[in-house]
């Protein structure tokens, strides 16, 4: 097992770091503050597009696309993307479009990737995902309400959905959907996706929620009601009953982009903690010599590593083994990298004292991110349960199997 980049990977990566130490990082906390700062700032700032035009033109663009790199040569690219709110963007490697993008790549028909696909790999609009819903437990997505149902040559779509993160941006222009297609069928054959624009009628944003407080304009995460929505049969994905299908498709590469982005999160903080620990004295002394400080900085250096190993090795086993042969390890990512995320960002802010919960610096907002991320894409809980699920598996026996 070799974790070099290849000569491709490495040249990529080096080109992405250098990027965004000169385009990106000189101009992101004044993006933010501009933003923040607008009666509305559901919009898109000029200097994005421009940004976007500079990396398209150095061929830094759809990095994560299925056929472009490998899952271990993209993962250190997405760690860099993940030190930067904005980064993902301006690459054209932002979730939900990575993921969305993916299940049209493998699953979608030449007409839906004509009409859907080729927009949003030029970066011209934005999309959304529906999945979880506020009336369910939404961690057992088999308890799904809404309803995908075919009427001749269309698909009327009724549910309500929420946490739909990218709904709020400007450009969004499609959801995929998963609903209730068969309730008879196998459990895991029940559900379909399908392609909805956000402009079809019976289609409403009817709120845009707050996490912490934090709204992340211009993409946030909102509550979308669909009420009688009719939309054509060919846009339904892959076909009615693969919704399940789909889905373990589109999350195993998914998990290493948001795992990496994390840890380049995680990174940046620490840097952060450690500036601020160098910098400035109290009683005398630095920061960093004060509390246990030093200990704590050095237990985030070692989680941060511990962290992407595991990372980097999930990533190889998905190049050499495909999906199944690393559903432990998917699992394992998810769950133990936004939980390292979460407590060296709060270390972080705590060496800041209470600028760390200002917009002052980034941190509040990264709190925000990674103690989301262990709700998204499935809680704690249930990635902890496939890894004990497969562990105790091997410790059946031929009784146990009956």
């Avoid at 009688?228 to 399940?244: K, L, M, Q, S």
């Avoid at 004060?290 to 200990?295: I, V």
Wanted: aromatic share 6%.
């Amino acid at each position: 097992m070799d974790f070099a980049l290849s000569p491709k990977a490495a040249d990529l990566h080096r080109r992405v770091a250098d990027f965004i130490a000169a385009e990106i990082e000189p101009i992101e906390h004044g993006y933010h503050a501009e933003l923040l700062g607008l009666d509305n700032p559901w919009q898109v700032l000029p200097v994005i597009e421009e940004l976007k035009a500079k990396a398209r033109e150095q061929g830094l663009w759809n990095l994560f696309l299925p056929g472009t790199l490998s899952n271990s040569d993209y993962a250190p690219l997405a760690e860099l993307m993940g030190r930067s709110f904005i980064a993902p963007e301006i690459f054209n490697c932002n979730a939900p479009d990575t993921g969305n993008a993916e299940v049209l790549v493998h699953y979608g028909s030449q007409q839906q990737k004509d009409e859907w696909l080729a927009p949003l790999l030029e970066g011209k609009i934005r999309s959304a995902f529906g999945m979880t819903e506020p009336g369910v437990a939404s961690s057992d997505a088999t308890n799904m309400e809404s309803t995908v149902m075919l009427d001749g040559d269309t698909v009327v779509i009724n549910g309500r959905k929420w946490f739909s993160t990218g709904i709020g941006h400007p450009n969004c222009r499609f959801i995929i959907f998963m609903g209730l297609t068969d309730a008879n069928a196998h459990r895991h054959q029940r559900h379909s996706m399908v392609i909805v624009p956000v402009d079809a009628p019976g289609v409403s944003v009817e709120r845009m929620l707050p996490v912490f407080g934090l709204f992340d304009p211009p993409y946030g995460h909102g509550e979308v009601s669909f009420t009688d929505v009719r939309v054509p049969a060919e846009n339904v994905i892959a076909g009615p009953g693969r919704g399940f299908e789909i889905a373990q498709g589109r999350l195993g590469p998914g998990r290493i982009h948001h795992c990496m982005r994390l840890i380049g999160l995680s990174e940046k903080a620490l840097e952060l903690a450690c500036t601020r620990a160098s910098t400035r004295t109290a009683f005398g002394k630095p920061l960093a010599n004060l509390g246990g400080n030093r200990e704590r900085i050095a237990k985030a250096r070692i989680a941060i590593e511990q962290a992407r190993l595991l990372v980097h090795y999930t990533a190889w086993l998905l190049d050499t083994h495909g999906i199944a042969g690393a559903i432990s390890q998917v699992s394992q990512i998810k769950a133990a990298v936004p939980v390292m995320a979460q407590e060296v960002v709060d270390m972080a802010i705590q060496i800041h004292g209470g600028a760390g919960l200002t917009d002052d610096f980034p941190l509040a907002a990264a709190y925000a991110g990674a103690r989301s991320l262990r709700l998204a894409d499935g809680p704690d809980e249930v990635h902890l349960g496939v890894v004990a699920r497969i562990e105790l598996a091997k410790y059946k026996t031929a009784g146990d199997a009956k």
